[in-house]
């Protein structure tokens, strides 16, 4: 009976030996790998003088890209230094775009943008504009900063500079113009009917300006008044006064609005009515009916 018991304990299977068999060998291997993975597998050294190699490439490679300085603004004789991308960085960000003859005074910064010109050259331009700069010829466009020379090449044949307008009623100019703008007499225009190109030949009215003052104009119905010009949206005080004699105010074809039929939406577009007021009108006149007179709003 006990050596039965004994055989149980210590006899193996053919697959229980199998199994023990397979499970040393792996043991052998995974002790044997620390031993022979150095052979197989030879350790790269790095030397001292391969460093100094890299480190002395990493210098010149930080040389190469040392920012370069232009003397380059809009007045002739300026010396003021002002930063210029690398020509390598330069001409890997510079932008395509498509040609068409174009005027650089009165070009809205959507075509500039077409032209293949980047936003912050654009952004140069409408400063230089609204501070009453001028194109005067097509070489001019040489003294936008940020405009490099192989653009100024590509853009330079498709300038087209409007001819001088004709004075017809000269207007003196009692203000000192800003180093922009020579002191000169401007055509006056009719405020009603004047265009943006007509607007920015005024001095200090860039195409921004030209384009919120007719904003205004559409939204108010027409001017009634010149001095309804000043009430315009980032428009200075001082750049009113210079353009003020230039204004004059034949066409008064106001857009009037009928307060008996407008709707909400229709009154709170006026600048001067806006939603609270329009409400109101709107209100009054649901629990008291048509208003008789203009008169009449007053009572609300």
Do not use: C
Request: aromatic share 10%.
């Amino acid at each position: 009976m006990q050596k039965r018991v004994s055989n149980n304990y210590f006899n193996f299977t053919r697959k229980e030996r199998n199994g023990t068999i397979i499970l040393l060998i792996v043991v052998l291997l995974l002790t044997a790998i620390p031993f022979i993975y150095p052979l197989v597998f030879k350790e790269k050294i790095i030397h001292a003088t391969d460093i100094q190699h890299e480190l002395a490439t990493l210098k010149t490679k930080q040389t190469d890209s040392t920012k370069k300085y232009y003397r380059k603004n809009f007045e002739e004789g300026n010396s003021e230094k002002y930063y210029q991308p690398s020509e390598k960085r330069f001409h890997d960000n510079r932008i395509k775009g498509e040609l068409f003859y174009f005027d650089p005074n009165t070009i809205s910064p959507d075509d500039w943008k077409k032209l293949g010109v980047r936003d912050k050259t654009i952004n140069t331009i409408q400063n230089f504009i609204t501070k009453g700069g001028k194109f005067r010829q097509p070489e001019d466009i040489k003294k936008i900063w940020g405009l490099h020379e192989d653009e100024v090449q590509r853009l330079m044949p498709f300038v087209k500079i409007a001819a001088a307008v004709s004075i017809v009623e000269p207007v003196k100019q009692t203000a000192v113009f800003n180093k922009y703008e020579s002191k000169r007499s401007f055509e006056k225009i009719d405020i009603n009917l004047a265009d943006t190109s007509a607007l920015i030949r005024l001095p200090g009215i860039g195409s921004k300006l030209s384009n919120r003052i007719i904003s205004f104009r559409e939204k108010l119905g027409g001017f009634y008044s010149i001095e309804q010009v000043a009430e315009t949206f980032g428009l200075p005080d001082s750049v009113f006064q210079k353009i003020k004699p230039a204004l004059q105010l034949h066409e008064k074809n106001i857009k009037q609005i009928n307060i008996n039929t407008a709707s909400l939406d229709e009154l709170k577009q006026h600048p001067y009515i806006r939603y609270n007021l329009a409400n109101l009108v709107v209100q009054y006149r649901t629990q008291h009916g048509k208003f008789s007179t203009i008169n009449d709003i007053k009572k609300i």
